[in-house]
């Protein structure tokens, strides 16, 4: 594989449907295809020395840009918000908004932390390992405080008021993984937003490069019996 700064091409280390769609998404959102390596979690690709001088931790995403390698979702954000600010979604120092754009940016990962641990125990849990009803159900409750708490932040169309920015692509990125955990119901704001950012054409030509949702096999994970 070539690298970044020899090529200078942008080149997403990713993993379908992880929180790596939110830099697909995001960078769909400022017109930019990057190339596509692909991953897959549990697999011995992310493994290799060649993707662990990129994301030292073997995770995804990993973003191959400008001449550098950067990991974390948020930072990738926030670096292309940075260097991209014509398309207008960052929120720089100075701005009213900054302060909630960046408190987003960080809760976002509270909550997808929560999603890992379930995903963790309903997902990737092979027998004879079975996921621990104790911790499911500390954290299925810990995720619905979050989702309460995004509900609450909603006032208008997007999370900050001025409009859509990289905070609802960090953010709204969990919505797809949450209802499998946490009934969406008491949420009407929410699920109403979720509908709106799927509809934006950016996300739509992100899930196109995606392919078809098929990480979750059934529609709703119960807290399992003790
Ligand atoms: N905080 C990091 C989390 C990255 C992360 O944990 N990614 C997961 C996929 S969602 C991963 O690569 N997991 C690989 C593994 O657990 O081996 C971010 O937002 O980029």
Known sequence: MTDAAQDGAIRLHHVRWSRSFRVLWLLQEMGITPELEIYEIGGPKMREADFLTRSPAGRSPALEIDGQVIFESAAILQYLCETRPEH???????????????????????????????????????????????????????????????????????????????????MGFNLYA???????????KLQAYW????????????????????????????????
């Open 88 to 170: 207008g979604f960052g929120r720089g120092t100075g701005n009213p908004e900054r302060w909630r754009f960046l408190e987003v940016m960080g809760f976002a990962e509270t909550q997808a932390s929560l999603i890992e641990q379930l995903n963790l125990n309903h997902v990737f849990l092979r027998p004879p390992a079975k996921p621990s009803p104790v911790v499911v159900k500390l954290n299925t409750a810990r995720l619905r405080a979050t989702v309460a708490a995004f509900e609450a932040m909603l006032e208008g169309d997007y999370i900050l008021p001025s409009g859509f920015s990289a905070a609802d692509v960090m």
């Open 195 to 226: 509908d709106r950012l799927q509809a934006r054409p950016a996300f739509r030509a992100a899930v196109a490069l995606e392919g078809p949702r098929d990480f979750y096999a059934q529609d709703f994970y119960p807290v399992p019996d003790a």
């Open 178 to 188: 949450v209802p499998y955990f946490v009934p969406m119901d008491p949420w009407p």
